[in-house]
């Protein structure tokens, strides 16, 4: 099933064209492995095949496929700890006590994946800040993969998914068991806002954010398409508000606005003045 060189180069320059990410020459077996499946949806017998596909109909259900799973979606509940830790104890408590009398409190998790951190955001504010239960308070949850984003939508997962950094007692309270399935409950699933968006294509028209996520996902990209998510980034985050990256991830050598500060817990980012 070995790609030959100009398929790869091929399959390569179509992913950088429709997602923005970058995959060098090592990432050949990498593609290989994420598109055996469709070889199988398909009915094809290797990657080549697919490639002749797409060279054809470069704009088939096939090519959308392609890119949903040559997509990173390595995710899962409360993933590194830290930022929910200064979210919990040091960023919304801040960002409550600005508001005032303003009751509303917008989050987005911007590559969202399959849905565990904007589904561990809800859990945890369900579970230590009762009085934003008046508040008009909104979770916005973006990927650029349709699959990923029906996922986030159905909040079911299996035994394996809720295993992974999820308490039990978080289980118990906040899901539903059917069969071999964990259902996230309607009084959580009601505050989400779900939607496809590739991060280095245009935005949509998009509300402002006191807290963003935005972790795990520039570190695909090159140094200008970082910068230009960066700067979209800065343009709806609020003044008061605050963005967390990655850990592997920094605005090091990017043309930005955003200041960091080092955090109880771990580094977050915010706008100049505020």
């Not at 596909?53 to 496929?65: T, V």
């Not at 118990?172 to 399935?181: A, C, V």
Request: hydrophobic share 40%; with cysteine; aromatic share 10%.
């Amino acid at each position: 099933m070995t790609l030959n060189q100009a398929d790869f180069e091929y399959l390569a320059r179509f992913v950088l064209e429709n997602s923005a990410i970058s995959l060098g020459s090592d990432k050949m077996y990498l593609i290989e492995s994420r598109l055996a499946p469709l070889c199988r949806q398909y009915g094809v017998a290797n990657v080549s095949e697919i490639v002749a596909s797409i060279r054809r109909n470069p704009n088939s259900k096939l090519s959308s496929s392609i890119v949903d799973a040559v997509t990173t979606n390595e995710t899962y509940f409360f993933r590194d700890t830290k930022p929910f830790d200064e979210l919990t104890n040091e960023t919304l408590p801040r960002i409550i006590a600005k508001k005032g009398a303003r009751s509303s409190l917008n989050i987005w998790s911007a590559a969202c994946s399959s849905g565990q951190e904007i589904y561990s955001v809800a859990m945890m504010i369900e579970d230590n800040f009762p009085e934003l239960r008046n508040w008009n308070v909104k979770l916005y949850a973006s990927d650029i993969s349709n699959a990923m984003v029906e996922r986030t939508k159905a909040g079911v997962f299996n035994q394996l998914e809720v295993s992974r950094g999820l308490p039990t007692a978080s289980l118990i309270k906040h899901f539903n068991r059917k069969g071999e399935s964990f259902h996230v409950k309607e009084y959580l699933k009601g505050r989400l806002q779900v939607f496809p968006l590739n991060l280095a294509s245009s935005w949509p028209s998009l509300p402002s954010f006191d807290v963003i996520f935005l972790r795990n996902v520039l570190i695909y990209f090159d140094p200008l398409v970082k910068q230009q998510i960066l700067q979209r980034t800065e343009r709806v985050l609020n003044k008061d508000g605050a963005l967390f990256l990655g850990g592997s991830e920094s605005t090091l050598g990017l043309k930005t606005k955003l200041v960091r500060e080092t955090g109880k817990f771990c580094p977050w980012y915010r706008l100049p003045g505020s």
